[in-house]
Nanobody, 120 residues
Framework: QVQLVESGGGLVQAGGSLRLSCAASGRTDSLYAMGWFRQAPGKEREFVAAIIWSGGTSYGDSVKGRFTISRDNAKNTMYLQMNSLKTEDTAVYYC??????????????WGQGTQVTVSS
């Protein structure tokens, strides 16, 4: 089992920056990938970014060039650096993890979410 806890959300002005953190515990050695998703009211959950075990990264089209995903394996922590924030980035951001033991891509573990609000 893996437990995920997000932190770092808050209120920021458009054009500003914010860094989200996701602390993982438990069987972190069982993870194929970790990623970030977000969901705004009335909208479907949206893929933001992911980093796989080998270090490769992927980003959603709406955040490319502005967001950067990274991890610190020693701290079992994943980060999402968000720059040039737009009001459209306002959402609850969720940390997720994809286990090797199940089908890849369906993200087996989820954090509780952290609110990011970007004001105009």
């Amino acid at each position: 089992q893996v437990q995920l806890v997000e932190s770092g959300g808050g209120l920021v002005q458009a054009g500003g920056s914010l860094r989200l953190s996701c602390a993982a515990s438990g069987r972190t050695d069982s993870l194929y990938a970790m990623g970030w998703f977000r969901q705004a009211p009335g909208k479907e959950r949206e893929f933001v970014a992911a980093i796989i075990w080998s270090g490769g990264t992927s980003y959603g089209d709406s955040v490319k060039g502005r967001f950067t995903i990274s991890r610190d394996n020693a701290k079992n922590t994943m980060y999402l650096q968000m720059n040039s924030l737009k009001t459209e980035d306002t959402a609850v951001y969720y940390c997720a993890a994809d286990s090797w033991y199940t089908a890849r891509g369906n993200y087996d573990y989820w954090g509780q979410g952290t609110q990011v609000t970007v004001s105009s």
